[in-house]
């Protein structure tokens, strides 16, 4: 039961050429992300001081960035206070590792999943396979994703490529492969197909020795792990089990307790566009009686992971992404990602902040890590809409120059320089010729009266790489005489 | 009040007539136009593809040609933008890396300096009512630089709403980026025309007879796909209502009047 | 080096370190200029805001004051057909002394198979906000032990109001313990994954009531 793997993915346009050609795959994005996208602005119109909230969100984030260091050992310390073991992990595979080591230790052979980025950035559930651990995903969309032997292509709907006639199939054909047998027949309603995955995975729940978790928010005053919801697959894995491995990224700490009451406004909005969540767990290590009464796991552990984030980092325009709260609102906005799909990614972070997350956890030398900067028109929407303001174009801009120019990075924790990609040699060569040109209006001139003369043999199509603009668009009509031109002619030269 | 206008390359190579309209209107309004020859383009091709570096040059220019200019005007939200947002950036950036304050200071002091038109009318000038006479039903696009960027919010809608003879009519999802995004349009061409598709779509269902915005490579693109009936075989795409509209650029509606008419 | 080092380390190069070194007291520069609040109340609109948005959100709710509460919550268990009813040990005793359901004592070693035979519970709440329609668990005896209101299908709470319904999500952090584990609730369980088509009750309880009761 392994999920895609994300190597070797195309470059992003050839990816988005199959979404964009894909016409129930498109329908199902619009409507999806229309509607989200609407019930967002009015949970977010409701709240006077949203501005606000987002500017104390952003600064509490980049404070805790700051002092990255210093948090992290108050939280590791409150942790073990309260019963929790800490382990540190630089990189996915040795994340992978403790986590399989601690499930070998219970003994058990199972594991239930709380939805988290984290353990699929890592590839968690593949580890654990061939380390003869079955992962269960309990959040339904996931277990779709599961199910239907797939990727998902959001970060909060996982299965939003998928429409109700398809996760219906999907159920008939894999929850009997897996534990109890969808329900027969089976409609495609939603609330019949939710009924089915309650039924499918309540059994799961309910034997489960061991969970395994991400986390939204840590205290690190306090300790407290905090994981936002809807279904109560949550509640189930934090609550039931007798180990619970949360595995979740270093940015993820906050200072104090106080600090959640702006993230517990402004995710929940951002996010489902609801006042709030179904469902919110607050739990410090083994809570007060110590996992004494039999509520709540007698085991915790905390896996901080690193995997690129510290690279991240170290740049001063990028890692600004560090402040994500993965709400999701940026791919809801995003008409680049409603095109092209969360597949066309080639990453657990798809849209606009997976374009500029993912060069940066994972670098720049892939074919579609080097492709994802240029994935946006730079329309500014995922900026206008992030709940806690990252400059996603700027960090595009940044991610571009990177790629086309070459420049610092930080790889695995040393300082090196990004040589230019080799696959935009002629386009270097193509934007040092414009400057050129444009940087002497005589030529400019000259150039324009070339043009002038021989518009009328303007072709339609173009060859090279301009057949990319006239395969699908006309050129635009070349004028007699340039303003420049015009302006000489009727006012005299310019001053 | 003397302006120097920013006419931008694209609108210099390819739509002269935006501006000339931009010099009528200003003209009729009481405002005098200058044109420094020194200017070219202001880099946001090369910047926004990742080419920081050679928008340098393009930056010292465009400063050195507006120098001694109080109000630099240009029908163009993406280019204001770019000296606005941007240069000041680029400047800080070349500072932190050890090159000196030169380009910060050029860019300090030209982009205060710099308005958008429908910002300037509205905003420097005063006025919304601008005179002009254009008997057709008109939809809008807010391109995103000028919409997001600048925000220049319904300066533009308010402008067109009070030209006479005008019929404005709402484009749906007017917020949504028309997929133009410059090199984008070539770098991720099916996804660049999808949106431009749709966009052309929207408009052509208002039944307005002119697509307008604020900023011509937009409008190319949009007018790109408006006259290729034939979009590429297999690129799904909404059938553009026939007759489709043609696009416009805003300065030359708002430099239409009843006794001249419009641009010949 | 451990990874704890590593990690340290590459964040101290990622970072310009502050001056003073990393004992050095951090004040945060946070903007708190938000809303403590959004809006004015009198104690009665709190309490109708917090019904509206727990209805919005397909709770049930119902008022009462304190003699009518065991009568509605005996009728509320009938009309759903429960027979059995799980009982937190801190659960004021009138609270059900008009229900005629069997009770079931949550003990330590209660399985969860065993939770899940039972249909109903009704409990207390640590605090209720007013402006998301949530209902905060903290364990106390009048709740007991998380599991309980999660495997019942049905999940009767009762708050006491006004005295236990704060405006905001910021008053409410000021009330509540973080040592204590903590359970919020806006609604009965939920999923949007199908379509983003929002669909009430997943695993949670599926039906969940809302008793407000005091003087009315």
Redesign the interface.
Known sequence: MTGGTYLGMPA??VA??EA??D?VL?A?LR??TH??RDRRARAVA????WD??R??GA??KD?T??????Y??QLEEAVNA?GGTVH???DAD?ANRIVTEIVRATGEREVVKVKSMATQEIGLNEALEAAGIAAYE????EL?VQLGHDRPSHIL????HR??AE?RDIFRAEMGRWGRPAPDPLGDD??E??EA??LH??EK??HAKVAVSGANFM?AE?G?MVVFE????G??CL??PETLISVVG?EKVV?T??????F??TL?RSS?A???????????GL??SRGA????PSAFHLV?L?NGR??T??D?TG?QALRCIRCSACLNVC??YE??GGHAYGSVYPGPIGAVLSPQLRGTDSDIDASL?????????C??VCPVAIDIP?IL?H???????GGPA?RD?IRVRIRPAHG?AA??AA??A??LL????GA?RAG?RL?ARARRLAPRRLPG??R??T??????P??A????D??TRE?G??? | MRVALF?T?V???????T??AV?RLLERLGVDV????????C?Q???????????E??LR?TAEAFAGHEYVVTPSGSCAAMIRE?YP?IGRKAE?EGRGSGLADAARSLAPRVHELTEFLVDVLGVTDVGAYFPHTVTYHPS??GL??LGLGDRPRRLLAAVRGLRLVELPGA???C??????????????????TDKIASAAATGAEVLCGADNSCL??L???L??AD??P???HRPVPRPAPRTLHLAEILAATEEEGPLP | M???D??????????PQ?PPG?DAP?A????????RV?GARTPRERVDLLAA?LTE?RALVHRTDEDGLPLLLARLLAERGSRTVLVPPGLPPYWLSAADQTRVHDR??ST??EL?RVDSVVTGCALA?A????VVLD?APDQG???IT??PDHHVCVIRVPDQVVDS??QA??GLD????????????????????R?E?????RTLEVVLVGAQ
């Open positions: 992003f346009p988005a050429r964009v050609r016409g498109r199902n409507r999806a509607t989200i409701e709240l006077a001081d606000r909230l500017a104390a600064a509490v404070h960035l700051r002092h990255l260091d210093r992290l050992l309260a540190w992990a630089v040795e309990t959040d339904l969309a779709i709907v996982p299965a939003i429409n109700r996760i939603p609330r197909l939710a995955a309650r995975l309540r729940f309910l205290v306090t407290t809807s279904e109560g697959n509640r189930m609550t039931l270093i200072p307790f106080r600090d959640l009451e702006i517990l406004q929940p489902t609801e006042r709030m969540n179904p469902y919110t767990t607050m739990w410090t809570g007060p009464d039999g509520d709540g901080l690193d510290t690279d980092l170290a001063e890692r008409p680049v095109r092209a900067p240029f994935a946006s028109t730079l329309c500014g929407a900026y206008e700027e801009v991610l571009r120059e990177r790629v086309a120019q930080t924790g935009h386009e270097r934007m040092r414009a400057r444009l940087d002497r209006p400019l324009e043009l790489p301009g990319a603009w395969d699908t668009r006309e050129l635009p070349v004028p005489e340039s303003f420049r015009w302006w006012r030269t310019g001053r | 006419v390359c609108n210099d190579v390819l739509y002269p007539r501006g000339i010099v200058d044109f420094p020859a020194g200017q070219t383009c880099g091709p090369q910047y926004n593809t990742g080419y920081r570096h050679e928008t040059p393009l220019r941007h950036r932190r995103c630089h997001r960027g917020e949504e980026c997929g133009f995004g410059g090199t984008f349009a070539v770098k991720n061409p099916d996804v660049s025309t999808a949106m431009g190319a693109h007018d790109g796909l006259r290729r979009v590429a297999g690129t799904p | 451990t990874s704890k590593r990690i340290l380390a590459r964040i101290r190069r990622a970072v502050p990393p951090v945060p520069q946070i903007p708190r200029d938000y809303l959004h948005n959100y330590e070693a969860p198979q899940d906000v402006e998301t329609g949530t364990g032990r998380r599991r999660l495997i999500v910021p952090l000021e973080p040592a204590r584990t903590l359970t919020w609730i806006s609604g009965p369980s939920a999923t949007s994954d199908i379509e983003l088509d669909v009750g997943v695993h949670g309880p």
